[in-house]
């Protein structure tokens, strides 16, 4: 069986609720998710959200994207999870867009590392 270096839909899921629940129990003032289920059905709206928005936001910020070197791409991903909470309500928040940003570049790092195990193994 060949791993590639991208987890599918269902496994970036899991991963995401999980780190979901792992960082709101770090992070308790900072960032909310009021329950397991709500954390598997913001990582579901997250997952449709980068299917279906992230793509036309990388086509419309690409020259600050290449004028930055590529580290506004992680905006892009805190902007994600800013429209998930706002689509997930009172149940999962964040205290600032600070917050957004560093829980993004926490996922980031958690699906490059889990990628990476899944293609070695």
Do not use: E, W
């Amino acid at each position: 069986m060949i791993f590639t270096n991208q987890l599918g839909f269902f496994q970036r899921v899991l991963v995401n609720g999980i780190a979901f629940i792992a960082l709101a129990g770090l992070m308790p003032n900072q960032f909310y998710v009021s329950g397991i289920l709500v954390a598997f059905v913001a990582a579901i709206v997250l997952g449709l959200l980068n299917a279906l928005v992230k793509p036309i936001l990388i086509l419309l910020s690409l020259p600050i994207t290449v004028l930055s070197m590529g580290l506004f791409y992680f905006v892009i991903n805190a902007l994600m999870l800013q429209m998930t909470s706002a689509f997930m309500g009172s149940s999962f928040h964040f205290a600032s867009f600070g917050v957004t940003f560093l829980v993004a570049l926490i996922l980031s790092a958690v699906n490059v590392i889990i990628s990476t195990y899944l293609q070695r193994h």
